[in-house]
């Protein structure tokens, strides 16, 4: 499904707080006459967006693909829409079988905002020297330690991840910074776009980062790129 | 300037109705510190965006285009953006000056909804025969009596305007109409892309076109598109 999460706080239920996870299960369980758990790929965080983002069920009804996806987006609000769907294996489940994950983080560089997307780009007013973000850019792809690189509310004991590839496009006014990896921690790829940002502005220098990876410790890296800028763009399994 | 006209009751003042034009002029008005009227380029209906839309103004205060930029920016909401400013000469009206305009119409071609832009796009399910509405779209250039495509509250007496393009262009689910012409009456761009999509569906033939126009009459034409797919795109002085 691709979601727009403006109005979400991500993904993920919570008692107190309206989640895509939440709108999901009410209409497809709608659909399925019967109470449905989801399990999505990825917890996103509040404001967070998604081109491509996976969710497995199990059903016993008897229900073809394409009038299950029509009849979910039918409960559907406007800013939620499932595109696909097909059966998978039973062993299949969207988050623990998925092998990568890709983000993109868009930034509209630009001295005036952009009507259409005031929630969908950061709005970036700096010249940007995207060659020495990209010198910047290449530090983080590889195998590393990415303590450095999330937040302090990071759960998981394994602060090790691989980022396949760190791409940064410039088109007119439109910055696209596209990151793929096997996994990524608490905050990360916002903490890596800030990472990138401090540098253009001359805050970090570029070939201190892996220095700054050494260091194991947040207070070190760049501020957290805020989150309507962040898509979950594709999943891999 | 850019708007999503989603909000507002189009461009123009109204007593009774939130427009671009009051909202405009309110944040032009303070940072001029005195009451400014403005001269827009066109109307819009209700719904409709505009790409780069023109409008005109006086003022004898002796401020740079870009402070005049910023400061109308920060009193403006999230939906409306001042792109750029110069100065024009004495003469220089934003209507009365205006050569040629341009529109856009943008069409979703899918079985999904586009969760990041429900108010932005047209949604339209079907198949689209690219070519055969390019044919359709083909009669239209040129100068000619538009009756047929005009809304029956159109206020001008002379109907005879003059396309100089009108191109269809696909890239992936994404379909835009673009047209250009010296001049448009009420609900024209949209009764034309109605009229395409009309042909599209079997309900016209494109060849009958001709004689639609020269029947003078709104019945004959297609419907009017919906108009949250219409941006006026550009205007040319």
New interface residues.
Partial sequence: M???GTKYHGFQRQNNALTIQEVVEKALSRVLDTPTDIYGCSRTDAGV?ANKFCFSFTTQRDIRCLNL??GV?GHLP??????SCEEAQEDFHARFSCKAKEYAYLIHNS??????A???QYQYRRNMDIDLMKKAASHFVGTHDFKSFCSAHNEKQDTVRTIYNLDIEKRDDFVKVLVKGDGFLYNMVRIIVGTLLSVNEGKIDQAQIPEIMNASDRQFAGKTAQAHGLYLNRVFY
């Fill in positions: 691709a979601y727009r967006h996806i029509r987006n406007d800013d939620i829409s499932i595109l001295e005036c905002k952009n009507p259409f005031a929630d969908l």
